[in-house]
């Protein structure tokens, strides 16, 4: 009932820099929480930073002081701000939210994912 879209992956040079967007959509009370989720080739995947509604946020040691994400409540669209791109960041990113259905019974839904690709 709650579908969430990734964007902005690609493809970007050592050092460089990208923004993913994942936008909410369907019918829905409220979104509580909102996080970004990447999976390597051949690893596991791991949550890479998370926000809550009223904009408290965390971030994976391996990221913290290169990405940064926010949210607009209005547009229900949360962010992944990602500089100084390391080979390392390569990874499908995924975006999760939390919250209420529209009768008020809880919900997490994921994204189909996102491509993002680190190389010289």
């Known amino acids: 009932q709650v579908q969430l879209v990734e964007s902005g992956g690609g493809s970007v040079q050592p050092g460089g820099s990208l923004r993913l967007s994942c936008a909410a959509s369907?019918?829905?009370?409220?979104?509580?929480?909102m996080a970004w989720y990447r999976q390597p080739p051949r690893k596991e995947r791991e949550l890479v930073a998370s926000?809550?509604?009223?904009?408290?946020?965390n971030y994976a040691d391996s990221v913290k002081g290169r990405f940064t994400i926010s949210r607009d409540n209005v547009k229900n669209t949360v962010y992944l701000e990602m500089n100084s791109l390391k080979a390392e960041d390569t990874a499908a990113y995924y975006c999760?939210?939390?919250?209420?259905?529209?009768?008020?019974?809880?919900?997490?839904?994921w994204g189909g994912g996102t491509q993002v690709t680190v190389s010289s």
């Open positions: 999760k939210a939390n919250g209420y259905r529209s009768n008020w019974t809880k919900f997490v839904s």
């Open positions: 369907g019918s829905f009370g409220s979104i509580d929480d």
């Open positions: 926000i809550t509604s009223g904009g408290s946020t």
